[in-house]
Structures are given as C-alpha cells and as structure tokens.
C-alpha cells in the first residue's frame, strides 16, 4: 500500500502532514511512504531526514498522487490536487465541508474516499487522532506570546528598586481547549486571568488551572460533543451587554470561541475594544471564521485608539515543526485505523470511519457534511 504526502499549496501554510519519526511507524507496518520534494521545509524538516527514515522522496506532485493508495493532507486539497488523486484511493486531512463545498463535490466525483478530520467523534478512541484538539492547544499556546509581545507591559507582578509593577490582566473568552491552553500559558508567564464561557460545566476546569471564572446570568449553551451550541442573537446580544465591563477592564483578551461549520459569534464590539485601555491587546483565534471581535480583519493586526487587535490566520502554522509533529501522529493513527494487514479496511460499522468519512464510492455519505453543505449552500 503507498502512501503519499504533497506539500500543502494552500497561502501561509507551513505544516507538513508526516514527520520522519511518523513516517517510520508507517514503514514498519508494511506501507509503502513516499513524500513531494520540499514539503517539509516549510516546517524544517529537509528531504535527507525523511530518506533517512525510509521514506521514498519525488520530485513532482503528480508522480506522488497517481498511484498512491493514501493521501495525507493538512488542508483540503485544491481542485488541480483532486484532479491527480486515483480513483478508489483515500485521503485523509481537514476538508472543511461547510466551506468547501466544490472540493467535496469533486472528490466524490473522482471516486475518492475522504476523510475529515474536523468531523472524528468524540469519544475516547479517537483521541489520538483528534487534530482539531491537537493544533487548537497550539494555537491557544501562540496567542498568549503573541499578545506577550505586543504588551506594552509585564505579564507577572514584578518587585524592583523602583516599585512594584501590577501584572497583566488577560481574560480568554472560550474555554475549548485553545482557551484552557491559553489560560495555563498565561499563568505561567504570571498574568492574573479569568475566564468565560457559555457552558459553565467548564468551570472546574478553568478554575484547576488558576484562573477565576466569570459566571453571568446566561443559560448553558453545552451543545452536542461538548461543544458549545450556536447562540441565537437574543443571547449574544445579552452576554455582549454583560461582559463588556470585564473586556474593557482587562490588559489582554483572547478570544477562541468557535463552533464547527458555523461563523464565529460576535462577542467583543467595536465600542468594547474602544474602551480598553490604550496599549492593550486582542488576539481574535476565530478571525478565519469571521471573528469573535466585531473589528477583527483576518490576516490583519489593526489599530483602534491604541488598542491592537491581531487577526492572525492559522496560528498553528505558525509553530510548524510541533504543530506537524502532533498532527503527523493524529493523522498516522486515523491511517492504521483504516489499515489491516497493510491493506485498507474500511468498515462503516465502525464509529470512527463513519463519522469521519465524507465521500465514499461516487457519493457524499456523511450526514453531517450533507448538513453543512446545505447551511452554506
């Protein structure tokens, strides 16, 4: 069985999706492992490493693709890439189905079996191979050095000959795991932080790591699979009147709340980031899926009265070699799941490869991705 890894195409992506060390896993159960020139470098990692780890290394993406058994992805491939995939063969990456609509219309098309990670269930099986987790801790990690950096103050209380210097006050509005990974970041550089989200079974959770969590008078919003179900604007218009004294009263906000194949809701407005102090920062993790913060631009950092608000895209890919580390382990183990006997083995009565399947034999098979297909249509 060969398995294949092209460089990603997509603007500002750096991650690889196969490491050597993974790669070598793959080799030592009977798969054949080939990767594209270059599609390493974006993440440091040169060819030699992967021929020394056994894996084969091609020069063009088409001699890759054409008879590769498996295709290993980070973002979805675009409609050139599919046109080179072989029929019957399975890719694995996330596909974005609300998003992208075309490209999952045209695997199904060529026959391809797809796979997308954004779509695994929760449940503990799949853990090791949940990539939205994996690359969400990254990014929650990224965003505290990213406001770190462009705080015209310290995060923790300093004592000097001088004086005493109050710490930062950083609030993280979303305790997924890119907020519970941002709150611990911040405690450790020694800001004082707080905390809130919409499912206040959270609570514990963001408590044990040092933070005060914020209760407003709100109904829970726990959705399906723990995360946070969309909100009707009746109720952000109601939590935005709510925390707004806490945003302008904080040094940093990270705002991190998103809720799969829907836009982000708004959480932060314009007239909040105008009260902020001059100097602080919001670092908005949702800004490619429309923004938690009504002046967010993706791909921007922009100036409000002093008041920054970074818009960075794809914050993972800006730590590429770890966020490919653990993204190569998710991914290689979704792989041998399918694998059996150096073959693949796709039994849709198993929850994993029913859930995370997108199109199978000419058709879109999941329910899930028919769902948000039809919302973006």
Known sequence: MKVAIPKERAADERRVALVPDTAAKLIAATLEVSVESGAGAGAYIPDDAYEKAGVKVVKSADALLKDADAVLKVQAPDASEVGQLKSGSVLISFLQPATQADIVKALAKRGVTAFSLELLPRISRAQSMDALSSQASAAGYKAVLMAAGRLGKFFPMMMTAAGTVAPARVLVMGAGVAGLQAIATARRLGAVVSAYDVRPAVKEEVQSLGATFIELALESQLGEGGYAREQSEEFLHKQRELI????????????????????????????????????????DLAAESGGNVELTQAGEDVDVAGVTVIGTRNVPSTMPLATSQLFARNVANLLLHLVKDGAIN???????????????????????????LAASA
């Open 244 to 283: 707004g004294e806490h945003v302008m009263k904080s040094d940093v906000v990270i705002t991190t709340a998103a809720i799969p194949g829907r836009r982000a809701p708004l959480l932060v407005t314009g007239e909040m980031v105008k009260g902020m102090r001059p100097g602080s920062v919001i670092v």
């Open 346 to 372: 796709l039994d849709f009565q198993d929850e994993i490869t029913k859930g995370a399947c997108v199109t199978h034999a000419g058709e879109i098979v999941n329910e899930r991705a028919k769902q948000l």
